[in-house]
DNA sequence: GTTGTGTTTACAGGAAGTTAACATGGACAC
DNA sequence: GTGTCCATGTTAACTTCCTGTAAACACAAC
């Protein structure tokens, strides 16, 4: 689901692969739940906190977990849900969370005729909407966020695909061309998702 | 592999010599098989961080060690790849590390009526951009960070074109014409890109 | 199965890099 | 001064590599 909603999405299969992933990767948010094999979510909270890390991290309880909620909190949750929950509550508290902690500034985007808002993750062109699949709104947005500057596909596949994805750099190519066709006044003269020959591409808002 | 992608590459046959090397050389990154005759990699972590070093640090490791990844990474590890990988996996490794460790600083030079905006990779020319190939990109890098000093056309074609990349060394002095052309008052009289007869060129800002 | 999405393959066209050939001009000896 | 030699400048042809595009294939969701 998070995949779905252009998250880049990290799992472990219990609570010490998680622990040390999150040491490694270093991702925007962690999503622990407390009854886990290997290390509880609570261990975990403390651990992470203990090495420095400070990103946000949400936790899932089950209905009949007697938990000290306050004790989560101080102990360096920052946010919990109790089960069952709704796909959409978890990706308000998600997106609430992530809000916190860095508030991100742009929430809406514009160059030439297009505009692209975030937070409802739309794309419009001359006003109307312009679907995107996942991929193709990632690499999107890895443009907006590096305007001007020169990416090699190694760059682009590294932070839109991930670290530990590795399609062919054909791949971003194609990406790229479906970029244009639906964004350019002309795609086959690029204006602002331009080629940088024996370098990669460059994104001229 | 690594030299064919452009990095510069010192090797050691055992831990004790690449412990010395690794703080002698100073390199920008250094690669550490976790099995090693004469020291372990572990061990390297622990020395070099304790010798102050702020060289990130890959551990390489088989599939069957057991290994404390965490213990990895608080010795001073920065990233840990296992065995099997692919060499692409391990070069987007290194390039996320280098990355991560200097954000590139920014720079610009200034000569002339030109301006060179190193992380857009933009040359500008009296306010007007101007193309250049990845070739004469480099070429003109190459004499931006060596300024006044007589460059002899074999030192150009290995920091330019690299240590075992050895084409006609008139290529130089083809590359030379090029940036004299789109960046000299007057290519016919070069003021910039000057040169030094019997020896090379030189670069006087 | 069908559909939508992502990836790989294959190939044409074009950009960039290299080489060869010739022209030019400086260095040096006389 | 003058002539020769050799280094460098210049042009054009050649080769190699890169990119765009279409189409086939893989895969998952429905």
């Not at 938990?67 to 998600?94: H, Q, W």
């Not at 760059?155 to 695909?161: A, E, K, Q, T």
């Not at 750099?169 to 024996?198: A, C, M, S, W």
Request: aromatic share 8%; with cysteine; charged share 30%.
């Amino acid at each position: 689901m998070l995949e779905q909603e252009g998250f880049r999405v990290h799992m472990a299969a219990d609570g010490r692969e998680g622990y040390e992933k999150a040491l490694l990767l270093k991702p925007d948010l962690v999503i622990v739940d407390l009854r886990l094999p290997g290390m509880t979510g609570m261990e975990i909270c403390k651990q992470l906190r203990a090495s420095n890390l400070p990103t946000p991290i949400l936790v899932l309880s089950a209905v009949g977990d007697e938990i000290d909620k306050v004790l989560l909190l101080e102990i360096g949750a920052d946010d919990y849900v109790t089960k069952p929950f709704g796909s959409r509550e978890l990706l308000a508290r998600i997106r609430a969370l992530l809000r916190r902690v860095s508030p991100e500034g742009k929430k809406v985007y514009h160059f030439g005729d297009v505009e692209v808002d975030v937070e409802r993750r739309v794309v419009e062109r001359k006003g109307e909407a312009v679907k995107f699949t996942p991929s193709e709104y990632n690499l999107l947005m890895y443009f907006l966020q590096n305007p001007d500057k020169p990416l090699t596909r190694d760059m682009i596949l590294n932070s839109v695909w991930g670290y530990d994805h590795y399609p062919n750099t054909r791949t971003v190519d194609i990406h790229v061309v479906k970029l244009r066709q639906k964004l350019e006044p002309d795609p086959n003269v690029p204006r602002y998702f331009t080629t940088l020959h024996g370098v990669g591409y460059r994104f001229l808002p």
